[in-house]
T-cell receptor
């Protein structure tokens, strides 16, 4: 059974903290993605990676960075957490095949206080 | 700027009825249109997808209708069941092996028994 695992289901952090969200996939997928989900706004792409050490900005990269040192692991970093980054964060992965399915993790609900 | 517009935001349907969710897009370079289904506490999962070379695709009770000239596509759920109650997202991507998806804003479907 394919799996994308996010390290935390719920996270509470203080304003200004550096926050790491971790994602691991066991499907040997080349592509990995970080999305943010907010009510009424849907899923918005923050960053994606198509190979180890390769990354591209998505639609809302401001305030975030990413790291992909190994193929199976993709980390999202909030350099200095702010209250407007309180959200549900979803990690996904897919193969490098045209029009193929993306598999999502269960999400991390981050609250910044 | 919302590249994929989805409506309605929420929908209540009686058991056995037809649920219809609509999406419209602007970018004619989009060539893959999936629908994802998300249950509470879970990540989205692929439900059904279509490419613009066909006007309709059916899988069980779920049908995508695609109108290329109008740049619109819709999801029809026939004989809706309470177990279909979930949030539905339409999405689009414009080719390439990175499979970067642009999502709509989501529709919360409630099927009443």
């Amino acid at each position: 059974d394919v799996k994308v695992t996010q390290s935390s289901r719920y996270l509470v952090k203080r304003t200004g903290e550096k926050v790491f969200l971790e994602c691991v996939q066991d499907m040997d997928h080349e592509n990995m993605f970080w999305y943010r989900q907010d009510p009424g706004l849907g899923l918005r792409l923050i960053y994606f990676s198509y190979d180890v050490k390769m990354k591209e900005k998505g639609d809302i990269p401001e305030g975030y960075s990413v790291s992909r040192e190994k193929k199976e692991r993709f980390s999202l970093i909030l350099e200095s957490a702010s209250t407007n980054q309180t959200s549900m964060y979803l990690c996904a992965s897919s193969r490098t095949v045209l029009n193929t399915e993306a598999f999502f993790g269960q999400g991390t609900r981050l609250t910044v206080v | 700027q919302q590249q994929v517009k989805q409506s309605p935001q929420s929908l209540i349907v009686q058991k056995g009825g037809i649920s219809i969710i609509n999406c419209a897009y602007e970018n004619t370079a989009f060539d893959y249109f999936p629908w994802y289904q998300q249950f509470p506490g879970k990540g989205p999962a692929l439900l059904i997808a279509i490419r613009p070379d066909v006007s309709e695709k059916k899988e069980g009770r779920f049908t995508i209708s695609f109108n290329k000239s109008a740049k619109q596509f819709s999801l029809h759920i026939m004989d809706s069941q309470p177990g279909d109650s979930a949030t539905y997202f339409c999405a689009a991507s414009k080719g390439g092996a990175t499979n970067k998806l642009i999502f709509g804003t989501g529709t919360l479907l409630a099927v009443q028994p």
